[in-house]
Nanobody
Framework: QVQLVESGGGLVQAGGSLRLSCTAS????????MGWFRQAPGKEREFVIA???????YYPDSVKGRITISRDSAKNTVYLQMNSLKPEDTAVYYC??????????????????WGQGTQVTVSS
């Protein structure tokens, strides 16, 4: 079965950096787009950034220059690099996969598989 396992969350001070990892198993990694979403307490789960199976990236302007995504096909792993972290980045971060090699969706409803989530807390 498909499994997505996130790691790398934790507590960081504002202005700091954090790198999250998500390792996938049970799927053909190169044919899946991988996305990161986050959910803060009392809020809906929101799109952060995604990368297609071919390596194209998709992100809103709100994260441009501060958050990046990359993937390592040899390790079946996708990474979320977050810099200049702010308290408002505090949330549970989820990795997700959708079978789409050449694009990626912003819509969480279009993702097929999800990880269990990892907590990121940014202190002020």
């Amino acid at each position: 079965q498909v499994q997505l396992v996130e790691s790398g969350g934790g507590l960081v001070q504002a202005g700091g950096s954090l790198r999250l990892s998500c390792t996938a198993s049970g799927l053909t990694f190169r044919t899946y787009a991988m996305g990161w979403f986050r959910q803060a307490p009392g809020k809906e789960r929101e799109f952060v950034i995604a990368i297609s199976g071919s390596g194209s990236t998709y992100y809103p302007d709100s994260v441009k220059g501060r958050i990046t995504i990359s993937r390592d096909s040899a390790k079946n792993t996708v990474y979320l690099q977050m810099n200049s972290l702010k308290p408002e980045d505090t949330a549970v971060y989820y990795c997700a996969a959708q079978e789409r090699a050449y694009s990626a969706s912003y819509d969480r409803r279009e993702y097929d598989y999800w990880g269990q989530g990892t907590q990121v807390t940014v202190s002020s």
